[in-house]
Each structure stands twice: as C-alpha cells, then as structure tokens.
C-alpha cells in the first residue's frame, strides 16, 4: 500500500480508535471500506438486526446473511489497525501530498491488488468482536477461504489485456 493511503487511515484510526478495516472478498472489486467509532474497545455489533425484514435486502446484496458473513469480512479490526496506525504518520493538512499524489495512480488495478495483498498479509488473527455469536474460528476459516476465493479471482483478472482489466 503507497503511502499516501497509509496515512489517511492513520489519521482517521488517530480520530476513530475503534477502527476496523473491511474488503468486500465475495466478490473481485476495489473498495475498502473504513469504519470508525470514539470510544476505543472491541468492534461493537447488533447481531439481531441481521435477522431484520428492513436490513435483509440490502444485506443479501452483499452477500451477508449470517453472523458468520459479517464476522469473516472485517481483515483488520481495532487491534490491528491500532499496531499498524503506530507506524504511520499521520497525513496533515499544511503538506497536503496524498492530494497531490492521487492524480499520478494511472494504473488502479495495480494500486488495489497491493491494498488487498497487504490487507490480507496484516489481516485480524484475534476475534475483534465484542460479543461474537459464532465461534471465532468458524469466521477465521470461512475468510480463509474467501481470501483463497479472492486471490485466484485477482490473478486471473491481471492476467487479462489492460483493456479488460481496468475499471468496469
């Protein structure tokens, strides 16, 4: 991951300590997202609410169905994001280089393969939930296989000709 990106989540983790750090894996794309909340701790989640009839069409759109979805998608969680954010300046705004730099990523296939490959090599290895309903290790193995999912999907995609592989 360049720089530029490391320290606008280091800034934000510096903000929101109860960060966590999610990429879609049920399907090859290039969105991360970034969560945060104040208070520091481990992720807090209403389970129940996968279970209701207003949230289920737009969870099923993503592929989550179960506490086991929810709880396999999230690589890094506050602890991790919390060891790894120690290492990072922050991005300030009186040297604004991430601004500056964005113009020049020609090639954004490239730029979100390293997110994922570094997203996947720091990935959460502890349960970052504060009160999960499923075994932990049920989660650490369906990611396992989602990130198996996912790096075959990756390789194939840059395989393909420039014109195929860049943004759908």
């Given at each position: ?11 934000f983790h510096h903000v ?30 209403q389970w129940q609410l ?119």
């Amino acid at each position: 991951m360049a720089l530029a990106e490391t320290a606008v989540w280091a800034t934000f983790h510096h903000v929101f300590p109860r960060t966590a750090v999610r990429h879609d894996l049920s399907t090859v794309n290039e969105f991360t997202a970034v969560t945060g909340q104040v208070e520091p701790g481990p992720l807090s989640v209403q389970w129940q609410l996968l279970n209701d009839p207003v949230w289920q069409p737009s969870l099923e759109t993503t592929g989550i169905t179960s506490p086991l979805e929810l709880a396999a998608d999230p690589i890094l969680g506050p602890s991790a994001t919390t060891a790894w954010a120690a290492s990072v300046p922050p991005h300030v705004d009186d040297l604004p280089w991430v601004e500056c730099r964005a113009g020049r990523v020609l090639q954004r296939d490239r730029s979100w393969f390293g997110n994922l490959a570094m997203l996947s090599v720091m990935r959460q290895r502890s349960n970052p939930f504060a009160a999960l309903p499923i075994p932990w290790a049920e989660a650490l193995q369906r990611r396992q296989m989602m990130l198996r999912h996912q790096e075959t999907a990756v390789r194939q995609r840059t395989r393909a000709p420039w014109w195929t592989s860049t943004r759908r």
